[in-house]
Every structure is written in structure tokens, then in C-alpha cells.
């Protein structure tokens, strides 16, 4: 009788994470409420879950009821440092639900007097994998208690699983979200090239079209008002245009930005150095940067020609785009009120760089950004 209820009780666990599970947009909402699902019904007081990157970073993804020596100082002993679970985990010896020792963390936490250990010494590891995917390691312990039985390891493995495939979900989703906002940018792009494009072409041709037809000096000096409007609202939207799309990117982001210059009608000289290929996310961040420097000297620089610097080593990439032009008052303590600047500043920052502007009145303005790479 004793082994129904068990099972029914499993049954019961496996089914409610399911739900949990299927619910979940979100990676770190779902661990959180799976591991607490999880241990309510396996009756454990406490456990935690390490999401592993492919270079072997570990970042403390979910816990729950840690006990006060593995929260001290912000959960310090739970953020840094080594463990066996993980060593175990990188080099390809977990490969299913284990008993681990001892826990060093929790060892750690003793040694060191960080607080309460809740009396925990041993816990279970148990990777979170999808297929050939791993994706980190779920931990969960109670106090005293040395080693799980194989039937409490076999159900906790089965939730890991689960975990892995509903996180590849996730994976996908996002990846096919990005790629519809991708196909909804080139759309956009498509269609003011075939709508307004089209239209300012034909204002324009109109305009030197009915100047031939008038004598009249002041109707003349109108229409070559509006050619030019019109002219400048072109290169305006061709601008636009480009910045929608994302694929100049395809031949680099040297191409990219060159031929960018070219559509603006600004002179490029190019340096570089040491570039083969740059990270994807890095690349998409400096074309955008760079899209808006260009943009910078077209508007403000009353100049042409620019020039523009790329170099890589090992650990960083560094862009630099320079004018001679008209230059401006900058001054980097103060908050920037326009958009173009702050983007600039921003990406580099989400991206743990550094970005810095120089410009004298008369002489010019450099922006230069480099950007770390591991
Ligand atoms: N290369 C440059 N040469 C001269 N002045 C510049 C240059 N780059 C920026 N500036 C000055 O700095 C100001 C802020 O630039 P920022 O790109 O943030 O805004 P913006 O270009 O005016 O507007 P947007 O939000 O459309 O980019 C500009 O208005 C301009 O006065
Ligand atoms: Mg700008």
C-alpha cells in the first residue's frame, strides 16, 4: 500500500512541474517556481540550481530556504569559486542524478563561520539536459541526510529532464522571435523603399520637370526649393532604410559601414588591423554605433570625409570613427539629452566596454569604443 501512495505521490510531483513547466516564457521565473514545486512535494527544505554557459560560467539561477551561511554577504559563497558538483559537471562525469559527498560550499560556510549550515553537509546533483544539450546542474539537500535512495534520484532526474526540454523550448521561441522581428524590419524596410521612396523620386522629377516649363524666375527658384527638399528627404529615408535592414552585414562590419558612408555621400578612409570576425551580438552592436557616428558627421560635421579605424587583439576590438569637422562642446559629466549619443553609450555598456568621445570646436570629433571579447 505504502508503494501505491508513493507512487501516486510521484505521479502527482511530475505532473504539477509539468504544468509549471508548459506555462513558462521565462527561464529564471520558471527554475524558480519548478524548484520550489519540487522540493514542496519531495518534502527536501532546500535546493538550488547553477546555469553552466558553454566556457563553463556559472551563475546561480534559482534557490530556495538556502541556509544563512550560503546567503551571506548578497549569497557570496553561492557566486563564486569552484565545487565538486561542477567540476564533475564540466568534465563530463555527470552524466545522470548523483549522491555528491560532501557539499564544499557548505564546507566552505563552516570553515569560515559565514552563519547557519542548517546541519546540511551532503547534497544531490542531478544535470539539466536536453538531448546533448546541457544546460547546468539542479542541487537540492536536507539536513543530515547522507544519500538519496535510487528512487529518489530517478525522480529528480526525470524533473531535470523536463527542466532541459522546457528551457530548449524557451531557446526556440526566443530565437523565432527574433527571427520574425528580423523578417518585420526587412518588411518595413521593403515597403518604404517601394512607397515613399518611390514618391519622393517622383516629386522630384515633377519639380525639374515643370522648371523647364516656366520662364517665371520666383516659380523657378520654388521648384528648385522643393527639388532640393525633396533630394534631402531622399537620403533621409535611404538612411532609414538602411538602418531597418539588418543584412549589411553580411561582407563585415568594414563593408557595412563603408558603403553606409557611400549612401550618406561621406568620404571613408579605413584602417584595420588584426580583424577576422568579430562575435555576432559584438558585430550587430558596433554596426549600429557606427550607423549612428556616420549619421553624427553627415548632420552636425559639415564635413565629408571621415575616417575609420578597426583593430582586434585577443581580448578586445576597438572602433574609432573620426571627423575634421566643425567639432562641439562635449562634456562627458553631464547627462546627454539626445538619443543618438546616449544609444551609443548604452550598447557599449551593455556590452561591458568602453566608450569615449573627444571633439574641439574647429577641429573635429573622434568616438572610440573598445569592447572586451571574452
Ligand atoms: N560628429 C559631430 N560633429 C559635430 N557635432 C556633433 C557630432 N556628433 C554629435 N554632435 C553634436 O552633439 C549633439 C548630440 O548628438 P546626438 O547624436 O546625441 O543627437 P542628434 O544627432 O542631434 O539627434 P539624434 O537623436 O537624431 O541622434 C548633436 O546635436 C550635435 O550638436
Ligand atoms: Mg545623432
Not at 186 to 206: K, P, Y
Not at 233 to 260: D, H, S, V
Request: hydrophobic content about 35%; proline content about 2%.
Amino acid at each position: 500500500m505504502r508503494g501505491k501512495d508513493n507512487r501516486i505521490h510521484e505521479l502527482n510531483t511530475l505532473k504539477t512541474i509539468a504544468e509549471k513547466l508548459n506555462e513558462a516564457t521565462d527561464v529564471g521565473e520558471m527554475l524558480s517556481d519548478v524548484l520550489r514545486e519540487l522540493l514542496h512535494v519531495t518534502e527536501l527544505p532546500t535546493g538550488w540550481i547553477f546555469l553552466i554557459d558553454e566556457k563553463g560560467q556559472y551563475e546561480l539561477a534559482a534557490d530556495y530556504a538556502l541556509p544563512a551561511g550560503l546567503t551571506w554577504e548578497q549569497k557570496k559563497p553561492m557566486c563564486q569559486g569552484g565545487c565538486w558538483c561542477l567540476d564533475r559537471y564540466q568534465d563530463g562525469r555527470l552524466k545522470k542524478a548523483v549522491n555528491i559527498i560532501t557539499c564544499k560550499r557548505i564546507e566552505e560556510a563552516i570553515e569560515q563561520k559565514w552563519g547557519d549550515t542548517m546541519e546540511i553537509t551532503h547534497h544531490a546533483t542531478v544535470p539539466l539536459r536536453a538531448g546533448n544539450e546541457k544546460f547546468g546542474v539542479l542541487n537540492v539537500a536536507s539536513p543530515h541526510k547522507k544519500k538519496f535512495t535510487d528512487e529518489e534520484l530517478a525522480l529528480l532526474e526525470s524533473v531535470a529532464f523536463q527542466i532541459g526540454t522546457a528551457m530548449k523550448r524557451i531557446q526556440l521561441v526566443e530565437k523565432e522571435r527574433s527571427h520574425a522581428l528580423t523578417e518585420e524590419r526587412n518588411r518595413l524596410a521593403q515597403d518604404l523603399h517601394d512607397s515613399v521612396n518611390q514618391l519622393l523620386f517622383s516629386i522630384m522629377l515633377t519639380a525639374r520637370g515643370t522648371k523647364e516649363m516656366t520662364e517665371q524666375e520666383d516659380v523657378k527658384e520654388m521648384l528648385t526649393y522643393m527639388q532640393e527638399l525633396s533630394q534631402e528627404a531622399l537620403t533621409e529615408m535611404k538612411g532609414l532604410i538602411w538602418q531597418l535592414r539588418p543584412q549589411g552585414l553580411e561582407n563585415g562590419i568594414t563593408a557595412a559601414l563603408f558603403n553606409y558612408a557611400n549612401v550618406l555621400g561621406l568620404k571613408m578612409a579605413c584602417n584595420i588591423e588584426g580583424v577576422c570576425t568579430l562575435p555576432n551580438h559584438i558585430e550587430e552592436e558596433l554596426w549600429r554605433i557606427g550607423q549612428e557616428a556616420l549619421n553624427n558627421c553627415k548632420k552636425h560635421a559639415e564635413t565629408n570625409e571621415i575616417s575609420f579605424e578597426l583593430s582586434k587583439t585577443e581580448s578586445t576590438v576597438m572602433m574609432a570613427i573620426k571627423d575634421n569637422g566643425r567639432g562641439f562642446q562635449y562634456d562627458e559629466s553631464h547627462s546627454i539629452p539626445s538619443l543618438g549619443l546616449k544609444g551609443m553609450r548604452e550598447r557599449v555598456i551593455r556590452l561591458k566596454g568602453n566608450f569615449s568621445l573627444q571633439s574641439t570646436l574647429g577641429v573635429g570629433t573622434k568616438i572610440e569604443i573598445i569592447i572586451p571579447l571574452k
